[in-house]
């Protein structure tokens, strides 16, 4: 599954690899917080298909803007992008340092043969809250 991807090990596996020393502990970009935070919104359903980042300012704000592309695939699915449509313009993002100023469905792609499908592209704007 992709989180793996985004999961550090606990200090219990980082001491035991480094033979007892531990190691240094990873810090998680704002990016990476935020993607955790809406596929745990958009639920178990959600397949990250793309996922892209590119840095954004203003005269007075800067910040990072993300596009994301999520697939869904059967009844049950489709259901979850529907519900993750409803509820992302409204949604409280908590991640530190940072403010999730804009986040919209931009693309909307459904399917219904051979089996219910849909793929949304979504995109978010991050500000560094300094």
């Given at each position: 599954?992709w989180?793996?991807?985004f ?23 704002p ?5 955790r935070?809406?596929?745990?919104l ?11 980042e590119a840095p954004w300012a ?7 803007r993300?596009?994301i ?13 529907e ?9 409280e ?5 940072t403010?999730?100023a ?6 909307l792609?459904q ?12 995109a978010?704007?991050l500000?560094d809250?300094a």
């Amino acid at each position: 599954m992709w989180l793996d991807l985004f999961v550090s090990p606990s200090p219990i596996e980082r001491k035991s690899e480094a033979g007892g020393m531990a190691h240094p502990r990873v810090r998680i970009s704002p990016s990476e917080r935020m993607l955790r935070a809406l596929m745990a919104l958009a639920g178990p359903h959600a397949e990250l298909m793309e996922h892209s980042e590119a840095p954004w300012a203003s005269v007075t704000f800067a910040g990072t803007r993300h596009s994301i592309v999520l697939h869904y695939q059967g009844w049950e699915a489709c259901d979850a992008a529907e519900e993750l449509m409803a509820a992302l313009p409204e949604h409280e993002f908590t991640i530190p340092r940072t403010l999730v100023a804009d986040a919209a469905v931009v693309r909307l792609d459904q399917n219904l043969l051979p089996e219910p499908s849909m793929t949304l592209e979504l995109a978010l704007l991050l500000l560094d809250d300094a």
